[in-house]
Protein backbone atom coordinates (compact mmCIF):
# COMPACT_ATOMS: atom_id res chain seq x y z
CA UNK A 1 0.00 0.00 0.00
CA UNK A 2 1.24 3.46 -1.09
CA UNK A 3 -0.22 6.70 -1.62
CA UNK A 4 -3.53 6.32 0.30
CA UNK A 5 -5.20 9.01 2.49
CA UNK A 6 -6.29 6.49 5.38
CA UNK A 7 -7.97 8.11 8.21
CA UNK A 8 -7.68 6.21 11.59
CA UNK A 9 -10.51 7.14 13.80
CA UNK A 10 -8.88 6.73 17.96
CA UNK A 11 -10.93 5.70 20.70
CA UNK A 12 -8.50 6.33 22.76
CA UNK A 13 -5.89 9.46 24.02
CA UNK A 14 -2.46 9.56 21.71
CA UNK A 15 -0.32 8.94 24.70
CA UNK A 16 -2.51 6.25 25.89
CA UNK A 17 -0.11 2.59 27.37
CA UNK A 18 -2.28 0.75 24.74
CA UNK A 19 -0.84 2.14 21.38
CA UNK A 20 -2.13 -0.53 18.80
CA UNK A 21 -3.58 2.77 16.80
CA UNK A 22 -0.33 4.62 17.21
CA UNK A 23 1.71 1.85 15.82
CA UNK A 24 -0.54 1.73 13.13
CA UNK A 25 -0.75 5.34 11.84
CA UNK A 26 3.14 4.93 11.99
CA UNK A 27 2.92 2.14 9.82
CA UNK A 28 1.16 3.18 7.75
CA UNK A 29 2.55 6.61 7.15
CA UNK A 30 5.44 5.19 5.91
CA UNK A 31 4.29 5.04 2.49
CA UNK A 32 0.77 6.69 2.86
CA UNK A 33 -0.76 9.86 4.45
CA UNK A 34 -2.58 9.20 7.66
CA UNK A 35 -4.64 11.19 9.44
CA UNK A 36 -6.05 10.17 12.90
CA UNK A 37 -9.26 11.66 13.95
CA UNK A 38 -8.78 11.83 17.34
CA UNK A 39 -12.21 12.25 18.80
CA UNK A 40 -11.67 10.42 22.26
CA UNK A 41 -9.45 13.48 22.48
CA UNK A 42 -12.16 16.61 21.58
CA UNK A 43 -12.75 19.46 23.68
CA UNK A 44 -14.93 22.88 24.05
CA UNK A 45 -14.14 26.48 23.37
CA UNK A 46 -14.03 26.69 26.65
CA UNK A 47 -12.05 24.20 28.00
CA UNK A 48 -9.25 25.75 25.54
CA UNK A 49 -10.03 28.81 27.56
CA UNK A 50 -9.76 27.43 30.93
CA UNK A 51 -6.39 26.32 30.09
CA UNK A 52 -5.21 29.72 28.37
CA UNK A 53 -4.33 28.10 24.65
CA UNK A 54 -5.40 28.13 21.50
CA UNK A 55 -7.18 25.47 19.41
CA UNK A 56 -5.37 22.95 17.72
CA UNK A 57 -7.22 21.28 15.37
CA UNK A 58 -4.46 20.04 12.90
CA UNK A 59 -1.04 18.50 14.47
CA UNK A 60 1.23 17.62 12.04
CA UNK A 61 3.16 14.75 14.00
CA UNK A 62 5.35 13.24 11.23
CA UNK A 63 6.23 13.91 8.05
CA UNK A 64 2.93 12.19 6.62
CA UNK A 65 1.26 11.62 10.05
CA UNK A 66 -1.58 14.21 11.28
CA UNK A 67 -3.51 14.42 14.52
CA UNK A 68 -7.03 16.12 13.93
CA UNK A 69 -8.14 17.15 17.07
CA UNK A 70 -12.70 17.27 16.65
CA UNK A 71 -13.23 21.02 18.52
CA UNK A 72 -16.86 21.58 20.23
CA UNK A 73 -18.24 24.90 19.36
CA UNK A 74 -21.56 25.07 19.89
CA UNK A 75 -21.81 24.65 23.54
CA UNK A 76 -24.26 22.25 25.61
CA UNK A 77 -23.07 19.31 24.59
CA UNK A 78 -24.09 17.41 27.41
CA UNK A 79 -27.10 17.57 24.58
CA UNK A 80 -27.48 14.94 22.60
CA UNK A 81 -28.37 17.26 19.75
CA UNK A 82 -25.90 19.73 20.38
CA UNK A 83 -23.49 16.39 20.64
CA UNK A 84 -24.71 15.57 17.10
CA UNK A 85 -23.69 18.59 15.59
CA UNK A 86 -20.97 19.34 16.62
CA UNK A 87 -19.79 16.27 15.51
CA UNK A 88 -20.97 16.94 11.91
CA UNK A 89 -19.25 20.52 11.58
CA UNK A 90 -16.59 18.46 12.62
CA UNK A 91 -16.99 15.96 10.12
CA UNK A 92 -17.12 18.53 7.47
CA UNK A 93 -14.10 20.03 8.47
CA UNK A 94 -12.41 16.18 8.17
CA UNK A 95 -14.30 15.48 4.79
CA UNK A 96 -12.43 19.19 3.52
CA UNK A 97 -9.17 17.98 5.05
CA UNK A 98 -9.48 15.24 3.05
CA UNK A 99 -10.16 17.09 -0.19
CA UNK A 100 -7.90 19.13 0.21
CA UNK A 101 -4.82 15.97 0.06
CA UNK A 102 -6.93 14.61 -2.98
CA UNK A 103 -6.07 18.09 -4.90
CA UNK A 104 -2.56 18.25 -3.39
CA UNK A 105 -0.91 15.32 -3.54
CA UNK A 106 -1.71 12.06 -6.02
CA UNK A 107 -3.40 9.56 -4.33
CA UNK A 108 -4.04 6.11 -5.13
CA UNK A 109 -7.11 5.74 -2.99
CA UNK A 110 -8.55 6.62 0.44
CA UNK A 111 -9.25 3.92 3.26
CA UNK A 112 -10.87 4.32 6.24
CA UNK A 113 -9.04 2.37 9.33
CA UNK A 114 -11.47 1.52 11.87
CA UNK A 115 -10.55 -0.15 15.20
CA UNK A 116 -13.65 0.61 17.34
CA UNK A 117 -17.27 -0.28 15.91
CA UNK A 118 -18.56 2.50 18.09
CA UNK A 119 -16.75 4.60 14.99
CA UNK A 120 -18.16 3.41 12.71
CA UNK A 121 -20.51 6.04 11.82
CA UNK A 122 -18.08 8.17 10.14
CA UNK A 123 -18.17 5.97 7.34
CA UNK A 124 -21.77 7.23 6.65
CA UNK A 125 -20.29 11.09 6.84
CA UNK A 126 -16.79 10.68 4.86
CA UNK A 127 -18.11 9.38 1.68
CA UNK A 128 -19.01 5.96 -0.33
CA UNK A 129 -15.16 6.23 -1.81
CA UNK A 130 -13.40 5.31 0.74
CA UNK A 131 -12.46 1.74 1.82
CA UNK A 132 -13.43 0.62 4.82
CA UNK A 133 -11.11 -1.85 6.78
CA UNK A 134 -11.93 -3.41 10.27
CA UNK A 135 -9.35 -4.57 12.24
CA UNK A 136 -10.55 -5.87 15.21
CA UNK A 137 -8.17 -6.03 18.16
CA UNK A 138 -10.84 -6.63 20.97
CA UNK A 139 -14.51 -7.88 22.27
CA UNK A 140 -15.85 -4.77 22.11
CA UNK A 141 -19.46 -5.56 22.85
CA UNK A 142 -17.23 -6.37 26.80
CA UNK A 143 -16.53 -2.73 26.90
CA UNK A 144 -20.81 -1.84 27.69
CA UNK A 145 -21.86 -1.55 30.93
CA UNK A 146 -25.73 -2.35 30.67
CA UNK A 147 -26.99 -4.80 28.63
CA UNK A 148 -28.72 -2.44 26.24
CA UNK A 149 -25.00 -0.78 25.54
CA UNK A 150 -23.66 -4.34 25.20
CA UNK A 151 -26.59 -5.04 22.43
CA UNK A 152 -25.78 -1.32 20.93
CA UNK A 153 -21.87 -2.42 19.61
CA UNK A 154 -22.52 -5.73 18.66
CA UNK A 155 -25.46 -4.30 16.32
CA UNK A 156 -22.26 -1.46 15.51
CA UNK A 157 -20.05 -4.02 15.10
CA UNK A 158 -22.56 -6.72 13.53
CA UNK A 159 -23.20 -3.90 10.59
CA UNK A 160 -19.59 -2.44 10.24
CA UNK A 161 -18.11 -6.32 9.94
CA UNK A 162 -20.87 -6.78 6.89
CA UNK A 163 -20.36 -3.58 5.41
CA UNK A 164 -16.40 -3.54 5.84
CA UNK A 165 -14.45 -3.95 2.70
CA UNK A 166 -11.41 -6.13 4.22
CA UNK A 167 -12.14 -7.17 8.50
CA UNK A 168 -9.14 -8.47 10.21
CA UNK A 169 -9.23 -10.02 13.73
CA UNK A 170 -5.86 -10.59 15.80
CA UNK A 171 -6.95 -13.74 17.42
CA UNK A 172 -8.92 -17.29 16.19
CA UNK A 173 -11.22 -16.38 18.74
CA UNK A 174 -12.27 -12.95 17.25
CA UNK A 175 -12.20 -14.43 14.34
CA UNK A 176 -14.16 -16.96 14.77
CA UNK A 177 -16.63 -14.62 16.31
CA UNK A 178 -16.51 -12.39 13.50
CA UNK A 179 -17.15 -15.37 11.35
CA UNK A 180 -20.78 -15.34 12.45
CA UNK A 181 -21.45 -12.36 10.28
CA UNK A 182 -19.30 -12.95 7.59
CA UNK A 183 -16.55 -15.86 6.15
CA UNK A 184 -14.10 -14.10 4.95
CA UNK A 185 -12.76 -12.62 8.20
CA UNK A 186 -8.65 -12.83 7.94
CA UNK A 187 -6.64 -13.62 10.65
CA UNK A 188 -3.84 -10.96 11.52
CA UNK A 189 -1.77 -11.70 15.11
CA UNK A 190 0.00 -9.37 16.26
CA UNK A 191 3.74 -8.61 16.38
Given at each position: ??????????????????????QTAYILSKENFVICYMWSESRSLKEYAQRHVLP?????????????????LIPFRRFKTIIDLNE??????????????????????K?????????????????????VIYDCVDFWSAAGMTKKEKKEIERKEKALTKSADLVTAISKVLQKHLQRYRKDVRLVPQG
Open positions: MRNNLIVIPFNLPWEWSTDYTNEILKRHLKNLYLFYPIFKINFLFLRFLIKYFEFTIRLKGIIWIFDPKTRYLTDYLGKDLK
